[in-house]
């Protein structure tokens, strides 16, 4: 069974200073992995993925990720916060075998970015 | 381009009560998924349509159904409300490898937020 976790319910962060959300993943074989973004009242919005080559992938709203394959992890970052950046970020994984793959969401990350 | 379009945006349902909540994408993708969200329990797959003519369950299927009308379409109806199924429940899409756009990732529509008394 895959999985994702997200160790952190909130993450506070003064504007200006670099962010990062943790994700950690279990699934079998490599890895499709996600960030998605949620503001308050909205669906969730697409930032990024890693599907395969360069670890390191840059998405949205200078938003990066890295993919760690021997720690199974994806952490979300970017360089500089802003308030605007406050919302619920999810983390998602799915296997890469063939049809349809199960996709996995984290319970959230609350980012908080103090003026 | 709208994207993924849901409604009602807000409902609001007695117990026992029957309703329909309708998705539409206007991005040639093939698959479409309903969710909910629930505060604490990130989001739980309940049906999900990998094409045209197909519908499988999610992960919390009981007490609802689906249908894919077309390419663009797919419904999710609640035969008999019950508080349980007071949450957020969101449509998405996706296409296929070599599509291009929404080949892996997932477009989400806004959301309907449903209130069961």
């Known amino acids: 069974a895959q999985s994702v976790a997200q160790p952190e319910d909130q993450v506070n962060v003064a504007e200006g200073n670099p962010l990062t959300v943790k994700c950690t993943y279990s699934?079998?074989?490599?890895?499709?992995l996600f960030w998605y973004v949620q503001y308050p009242n909205r669906g969730l919005q697409f930032l990024l993925k890693y599907i395969t080559g360069d670890n390191l992938v840059k998405g949205s709203y200078g938003f990066e990720a890295e993919f760690n394959k021997s720690q199974t992890s994806f952490h979300l970052k970017k360089p500089s916060a802003l308030v605007s950046d406050s919302a619920l970020y999810f983390c998602a994984v799915r296997a890469p075998l063939g049809g349809y793959q199960k996709v996995t969401f984290g319970i959230g990350t609350k980012l908080q970015v103090i003026p | 381009n709208a994207g993924v379009t849901q409604t009602p945006k807000f409902q609001v349902l007695k117990t026992g009560q029957s309703m329909t909540l309708q998705c539409a994408q206007d991005?040639?993708?093939?698959?479409m998924y309903w969710y909910r969200q629930d505060p604490g329990m990130g989001l739980r797959l309940i049906y999900y349509s990998a094409s045209e003519g197909t519908t499988d369950k999610g992960e919390v299927p009981n007490g609802y159904n689906v249908s894919r009308l077309n390419k663009r379409e797919f419904s999710l109806r609640l035969e008999s409300a019950a508080p349980s199924q007071t949450s957020v429940y969101f449509c998405?899409?996706?296409?296929?490898?070599?599509?291009?756009?929404?080949?892996?990732?997932?477009?989400f529509g806004p959301g309907t937020r449903l209130t069961v008394t």
């Open positions: 991005m040639n993708h093939n698959s």
């Open positions: 998405a899409s996706s296409g296929q490898p070599g599509q291009g756009f929404g080949a892996y990732e997932q477009y």
């Open positions: 699934v079998s074989g490599n890895p499709y």
